[in-house]
């Protein structure tokens, strides 16, 4: 049985330009493909769905290959011998964006790319993997091929369902994953009549079944030229596309249940991260290896999506290094809540949005174990954990914001299913940023015209950058990290949304979301356990789980958790909430989005529009007191090991002249 790792590298240069990063000096670029093989029936392969019906090699492995991006320094020398792997979100690099400030890109090639240079000039080797093995190229994604399961007599099939909620008008053909850079499972059929499309107004709405001649598996094109009746197109039979005559009306939820075939063996792409990271720390070969050698620690990052993927990875033991010991030393999930992935099961789409109030209401994102101590759900009685190999887990830095709480059940990180605090276990760090987006903050207001509010604009990846030298800290030095930061029950920081309710401020115009217990709980069977999917799913007879949120103060701010200088003196109301608007769903959450709501600019403004908030003039006079409260706060938060001195800088130049481009304050 051959198993292993080989890299091939297809480029290798120099990255921005030759610029020297501090201490590290340069850096070089290397991209490429990486080829794995796995023994199937090895213990650590054991769990992963359908491997027992993927292909095999002449010698009995399964093969698969990803693609790479390594940027590591010159000289290795002048490293600080750390490893920090990106788990790349859906195909696209994010790190740095969020730790160097950098432009989004999946290609980093100039210095520009580097941004700031932040993990640069801290001497790391950064890795990126694909991972996701049902992603189309395009965009620069990182693209894993994934086999396809199959018995020796006949293709795999089975039920799946897919839901659509488009905001514009216009849209009639669609993928049948729904995005167009995922792979759609075909269907075994493209008679109508053996699927079911419906649609709803709402989650909790009866389901209208849309007649079978009013849709077909098809997909619309246009062409260059033009016919009698104008310009050229076609409706062309296909197994992997959605058409509806009419077109997809904004804002309704669309739910298709169809019969798919050939399902890809998705759970290889733990395999292949655990396998990645391993060969690169250990492999001594430097003509196979271009990091041996050079690496003793190993941090893994993820966000969102890769922030549940992270979590799961590390439940289900992945993180046990085939050669001994741990695949990651330190782990940093961002904005994952509460949830795990679903990518390991038959059919899985690993881009299936997590269930929320409104998109995505009954997918299985969340189950429990929820914590990352042992905790035990009070409907099963199960008692679990995330953690709960010692040998293998890893140090664990969690960062969550406000939107987790409303949309993705992140109280449950730090409570159990009743909703009473838990205590972390004693190698793991919870913090929230309080008042804050599960998207990266934009540096001026954005309104998605399907949202009631304006974009959140708190900024915080300075905290990324304060956090990862903590982390490395605690993993290299045994030196902790600040005492988690998070709403508690105890002291009247996390409360139920009944509380909450009273508690935020009436402010005119601004309506408020609805409670985020609103969310299914599954009635999971034995096949689900086994990796094959219930659909459409089974919806258990019960309360349900404790969600709680953060409490807030008169201005509607959040109390607990790293509060940003932008938040301590507030030019506004920041949530991590958003409601949609009239035509898409008018009510409910939107998405992930969170909002910002700005304080009267005068007492006169205040007083006209009935405003309850003290204005910016009542609260600051000017904008050399206002960035002098930002400096204070920033100056505080570094005193407690949160941000860098570097960031405290760079904040009070940005705090100057109101903040903006983030706000538009005309005083």
């Given at each position: 049985?051959?198993?292993?790792?080989?890299?091939?590298?297809?480029?290798?240069?120099?990255?921005?330009?030759?610029?020297?990063?501090?201490?590290a000096g340069a850096y070089e670029k290397l991209k490429g493909r990486a080829h794995?093989?796995?023994?199937?029936?090895?213990?650590?392969?054991?769990?992963?769905?359908?491997?027992?019906?993927?292909?095999?090699?002449?010698?009995?492995?399964?093969?698969?290959?990803?693609?790479?991006?390594?940027?590591?320094?010159?000289?290795?020398?002048?490293?600080?011998?750390?490893?920090?792997?990106?788990?790349?979100?859906?195909?696209?690099?994010?790190?740095?964006?969020?730790?160097?400030?950098?432009?989004?890109?999946?290609?980093?090639?100039?210095?520009?790319?580097?941004?700031?240079?932040?993990?640069?000039?801290?001497?790391?080797?950064?890795?990126?993997?694909?991972?996701?093995?049902?992603?189309?190229?395009?965009?620069?994604?990182?693209?894993?091929?994934?086999?396809?399961?199959?018995?020796?007599?006949?293709?795999?099939?089975?039920?799946?369902?897919?839901?659509?909620?488009?905001?514009?008008?216009?849209?009639?053909?669609?993928?049948?994953?729904?995005?167009?850079?995922?792979?759609?499972?075909?269907?075994?059929?493209?008679?109508?009549?053996?699927?079911?499309?419906?649609?709803?107004?709402?989650?909790?709405?009866?389901?209208?079944?849309?007649?079978?001649?009013?849709?077909?598996?098809?997909?619309?094109?246009?062409?260059?030229?033009?016919?009698?009746?104008?310009?050229?197109?076609?409706?062309?039979?296909?197994?992997?596309?959605?058409?509806?005559?009419?077109?997809?009306?904004?804002?309704?939820?669309?739910?298709?249940?169809?019969?798919?075939?050939?399902?890809?063996?998705?759970?290889?792409?733990?395999?292949?991260?655990?396998?990645?990271?391993?060969?690169?720390?250990?492999?001594?070969?430097?003509?196979?290896?271009?990091?041996?050698?050079?690496?003793?620690?190993?941090?893994?990052?993820?966000?969102?999506?890769?922030?549940?993927?992270?979590?799961?990875?590390?439940?289900?033991?992945?993180?046990?290094?085939?050669?001994?010991?741990?695949?990651?030393?330190?782990?940093?999930p961002h904005v994952s809540g509460a949830g795990r992935m679903w990518l390991n099961?038959?059919?899985?789409?690993?881009?299936?949005?997590?269930?929320?109030?409104?998109?995505?209401?009954?997918?299985?994102?969340?189950?429990?174990?929820?914590?990352?101590?042992?905790?035990?759900?009070?409907?099963?009685?199960?008692?679990?954990?995330?953690?709960?190999?010692?040998?293998?887990?890893?140090?664990?830095?969690?960062?969550?914001?406000?939107?987790?709480?409303?949309?993705?059940?992140?109280?449950?990180?730090?409570?159990?299913?009743?909703?009473?605090?838990?205590?972390?276990?004693?190698?793991?760090?919870?913090?929230?940023?309080?008042?804050?987006?599960?998207?990266?903050?934009?540096?001026?207001?954005?309104?998605?015209?399907?949202?009631?509010?304006?974009?959140?604009?708190?900024?915080?990846?300075?905290?990324?950058?304060?956090?990862?030298?903590?982390?490395?800290?605690?993993?290299?030095?045994?030196?902790?990290?600040?005492?988690?930061?998070?709403?508690?029950?105890?002291?009247?920081?996390?409360?139920?949304?009944?509380?909450?309710?009273?508690?935020?401020?009436?402010?005119?115009?601004?309506?408020?979301?609805?409670?985020?217990?609103?969310?299914?709980?599954?009635?999971?069977?034995?096949?689900?356990?086994?990796?094959?999917?219930?659909?459409?799913?089974?919806?258990?007879?019960?309360?349900?789980?404790?969600?709680?949120?953060?409490?807030?103060?008169?201005?509607?701010?959040?109390?607990?958790?790293?509060?940003?200088?932008?938040?301590?003196?507030?030019?506004?109301?920041?949530?991590?909430?958003?409601?949609?608007?009239?035509?898409?769903?008018?009510?409910?959450?939107?998405?992930?989005?969170?909002?910002?709501?700005?304080?009267?600019?005068?007492?006169?403004?205040?007083?006209?529009?009935?405003?309850?908030?003290?204005?910016?003039?009542?609260?600051?006079?000017?904008?050399?007191?206002?960035?002098?409260?930002?400096?204070?706060?920033?100056?505080?938060?570094?005193?407690?090991?949160?941000?860098?001195?570097?960031?405290?800088?760079?904040?009070?130049?940005?705090?100057?002249?109101?903040?903006?481009?983030r706000h538009d304050v005309d005083l």
């Amino acid at each position: 049985m051959s198993a292993g790792v080989r890299l091939q590298i297809d480029l290798r240069s120099g990255f921005a330009g030759g610029a020297r990063f501090g201490e590290a000096g340069a850096y070089e670029k290397l991209k490429g493909r990486a080829h794995f093989a796995v023994d199937p029936e090895a213990p650590g392969e054991a769990g992963i769905a359908d491997i027992a019906f993927a292909p095999r090699e002449g010698d009995g492995s399964v093969a698969f290959a990803a693609d790479f991006l390594i940027l590591k320094p010159v000289d290795p020398a002048r490293g600080n011998r750390r490893l920090f792997f990106d788990w790349g979100n859906r195909g696209n690099i994010r790190a740095l964006q969020h730790f160097n400030d950098a432009p989004a890109g999946n290609d980093p090639e100039s210095l520009a790319d580097a941004g700031n240079g932040f993990l640069f000039r801290r001497g790391y080797a950064l890795a990126w993997l694909a991972w996701q093995g049902d992603l189309w190229p395009g965009d620069g994604r990182m693209i894993f091929d994934a086999p396809v399961a199959r018995k020796p007599e006949a293709p795999i099939t089975g039920l799946i369902r897919r839901e659509y909620v488009v905001e514009r008008e216009g849209i009639t053909t669609l993928p049948l994953s729904g995005m167009v850079s995922v792979r759609s499972y075909p269907a075994v059929s493209r008679d109508t009549a053996k699927a079911r499309l419906t649609r709803r107004r709402c989650p909790q709405d009866a389901r209208e079944t849309i007649p079978p001649f009013e849709w077909c598996f098809a997909r619309l094109e246009s062409g260059q030229g033009l016919d009698a009746q104008g310009a050229e197109s076609a409706l062309i039979p296909s197994a992997e596309h959605i058409h509806l005559k009419a077109g997809f009306k904004p804002g309704w939820i669309y739910e298709l249940v169809y019969e798919a075939r050939d399902p890809l063996v998705l759970g290889l792409g733990y395999a292949g991260v655990r396998d990645f990271l391993a060969f690169l720390r250990r492999e001594k070969d430097g003509e196979a290896n271009p990091l041996a050698g050079a690496i003793d620690k190993v941090y893994g990052w993820g966000r969102s999506q890769t922030g549940r993927a992270l979590r799961d990875f590390i439940y289900r033991g992945f993180n046990a290094d085939p050669q001994g010991g741990r695949v990651f030393d330190a782990v940093m999930p961002h904005v994952s809540g509460a949830g795990r992935m679903w990518l390991n099961h038959r059919f899985a789409q690993g881009s299936a949005m997590a269930g929320q109030q409104y998109e995505a209401h009954e997918n299985f994102a969340d189950r429990f174990p929820f914590a990352y101590g042992e905790t035990t759900d009070h409907l099963t009685g199960k008692t679990d954990a995330i953690l709960k190999r010692p040998d293998n887990d890893p140090l664990v830095i969690h960062t969550q914001s406000s939107t987790e709480y409303w949309q993705r059940r992140g109280s449950l990180v730090h409570t159990d299913t009743k909703g009473s605090d838990l205590d972390e276990p004693p190698g793991v760090r919870l913090y929230l940023f309080a008042s804050t987006q599960h998207f990266l903050a934009p540096a001026e207001p954005t309104r998605n015209p399907a949202c009631q509010l304006a974009g959140n604009v708190v900024p915080t990846a300075p905290f990324f950058r304060a956090l990862l030298d903590a982390l490395d800290r605690w993993a290299s030095q045994g030196v902790p990290p600040p005492p988690s930061r998070v709403p508690r029950r105890a002291d009247d920081t996390l409360v139920a949304y009944a509380d909450w309710r009273k508690q935020f401020v009436a402010i005119p115009g601004v309506a408020l979301p609805a409670s985020p217990n609103d969310l299914p709980l599954f009635d999971y069977g034995p096949e689900e356990e086994e990796g094959v999917l219930q659909e459409p799913p089974r919806l258990a007879d019960a309360e349900g789980y404790v969600i709680l949120v953060p409490s807030v103060d008169a201005d509607g701010n959040e109390v607990a958790g790293l509060r940003a200088p932008l938040l301590a003196a507030p030019l506004g109301t920041y949530t991590g909430w958003n409601l949609r608007t009239e035509g898409q769903g008018k009510g409910a959450l939107h998405q992930f989005s969170g909002g910002t709501i700005p304080f009267p600019q005068t007492r006169g403004e205040r007083q006209m529009s009935g405003d309850p908030r003290p204005s910016i003039a009542e609260r600051y006079g000017d904008a050399d007191t206002f960035r002098q409260a930002v400096l204070g706060a920033a100056q505080r938060l570094q005193a407690e090991g949160f941000l860098l001195e570097e960031d405290v800088e760079r904040i009070a130049r940005e705090a100057a002249n109101w903040y903006r481009p983030r706000h538009d304050v005309d005083l």
